[in-house]
């Protein structure tokens, strides 16, 4: 008989048994087909913990691989088991009486109590789960949220989402990393472990009573909007796109409330208010750090889960963008660099199927077109022969007849200008500059001019570009604003 023990890691198992991925895809794990996912994901998911978030019997599984010639071993308790695979109902009910005691006043401490003894045995994942039924069941999302302040008691009480952040240290241990240097869960990770000390060194600040250190700290922590936005912009929208709203909506609006309450203290805490704020001071530091546990054990196993291989590139892509925050750099993910650049190389036609593809997204025509009469700019093309390619002119500030279309743009301009032109093409073709602003001399009426190099991402001149701004409204705007001060 072939043993097969169920605390080693899905990927451990495929390796030792490559007959394990047609088992677990025919039982309903569809996701080990895919290379991408058994690389990633099935480094730190076990089958158990694989069940709990797909909803499949453990009995079943067990028996599926019993049938194929396989003695399991290793398999959480079968009292475990049961709760994993208890109804949904009976989980919404529960948690719901949670939320019903806390809103009619009961102290915190007695329900999180209640909360250990009816979920110690249940997945973290199964919470999500049922978390989700009640946002499905119209529940108000207000109302999910107080679950978070629950959740603390559970994920670091003797739980089996403390024994899976065990298993996965041990993986990560054994397999060098969870996920690839760079990879876009590994840069969070490193956000996090930045972020710890200094929410460390502000609970120190708090217990000392050193109002100015603690200051210091809480306005460092005002970053956490960024870092929470990485999450939110990013990563969140696409578990949406999969159908898992339940975590999204439930971890945004904590963190929407930890940002309101770090910006509210950092601008209003002082040695005076220092005792009656100190209790909210900690209060927040410490969902901070919770916040950091529901992410590392919840959030990005979620989404190691559910993103296929494109959306992760996408979010390494993205992720650079949006700056970083506690650490000054991260490392290259290697695969996502070379797939980025071979996608690059793949999207590189101008037009597929009636859209023309940019950097930024895609547009037809007729969209392109719209675009362009609602931008407050008006836009001329000329082209590296210096002919005129192109304009826009919605705006009318400067006539645009067409039949300069095509022509030299030195065939445009009168004579006393021409050199002028011709010596700011010659700079930017040859890279003496790039740019040049001009701001008409009428005050009333202000225009400014922008005069722009235009080249590819080698650096080559493509041409050059005009575009012609009216400010006078903007001006009135300002001029209004200052006479009401």
Not at 381 to 386: A, L, M, Q, S, V
Request: proline residues 4%.
């Amino acid at each position: 008989m072939k043993e097969l023990d169920m605390t080693k890691s899905v990927a451990d198992l495929v390796a030792e048994y490559p007959n394990v991925k047609e088992i677990m895809a025919e039982l309903g794990f569809k996701d080990i087909t895919s290379p991408v996912a058994l690389k990633f994901m099935g480094k730190v998911m076990t089958v158990p913990k694989g069940a709990a978030i797909k909803g499949i019997s453990m009995d079943k599984i067990i028996a599926a691989f019993e049938d194929n010639g396989f003695t399991v071993t290793g398999v959480p308790g079968r009292e475990a088991a049961e709760v994993l695979t208890g109804t949904a109902e009976d989980r919404n009910t529960k948690l719901k009486n949670l939320i019903l005691r806390l809103n009619q006043g009961e102290d915190l401490e007695s329900v999180r109590a209640d909360f250990v003894r009816d979920f110690e045995s249940v997945s973290v994942h199964d919470i999500v789960k049922a978390e989700q039924g009640l946002i499905d069941d119209g529940l108000p999302m207000q109302e999910v949220q107080k679950l978070c302040d629950l959740h603390s008691a559970l994920f670091h009480g003797k739980t089996e989402a403390e024994l899976w952040a065990e298993e996965e240290k041990q993986a990560a241990v054994k397999n060098g990393a969870q996920v690839p240097e760079g990879h876009p869960v590994d840069v969070l990770r490193r956000e996090n472990r930045a972020l710890e000390p200094i929410l460390d060194r502000a609970l120190a600040a708090l217990d000392a009573g050193e109002v100015s250190s603690l200051l210091a700290d809480l306005k460092a922590l005002r970053k956490i909007d960024v870092l929470y936005s990485k999450k939110e912009s990013i990563l969140m929208p696409m578990l949406l796109h999969h159908g898992v709203t339940g975590p999204n909506d439930v971890m945004w609006g904590v963190d929407d409330e930890i940002k309101a309450e770090v910006a509210r203290l950092a601008n209003t805490l002082t040695e005076v208010n220092f005792s009656s704020e100190k209790a909210a001071a900690e209060t927040v530091l410490n969902r901070m750090k919770e916040m950091i546990y529901k992410e590392e054990n919840i959030f990005f196993p979620l989404c190691l889960e559910h993103l296929t291989e494109e959306e992760w590139l996408d979010a390494y892509r993205d992720l650079p963008e949006m700056g970083f925050i506690f650490i000054e750099d991260a490392p290259k993910w290697v695969h996502g660099e070379e797939a980025l650049a071979a996608r690059k190389t793949e999207t590189s036609t101008a037009v597929v199927e009636g859209f023309l593809h940019f950097p930024g997204g895609k547009l037809n025509i007729a969209q392109l077109n719209g675009l362009f009469k609602v931008l407050p700019i008006d836009i001329t093309f000329i082209d590296e022969e210096d002919i005129n390619r192109f304009f826009t002119n919605y705006g009318k500030v400067f006539s645009r007849p067409l039949s300069a279309l095509d022509r030299s743009t030195y065939e445009c301009h009168p004579e006393r200008v021409k050199p002028m032109v011709k010596q700011l093409l010659d700079d930017f073709k040859s890279g003496v500059r790039d740019y040049m602003e001009v701001w008409t001399p009428n005050d009333d009426h202000p225009v400014r001019v922008i005069y722009a190099a235009v080249r590819d991402e080698k650096g080559n001149y493509l041409g050059a570009a005009e575009l012609v701004e009216d400010l006078t409204t903007a001006k009135a705007h300002f001029e209004s604003r200052a006479r009401k001060k």
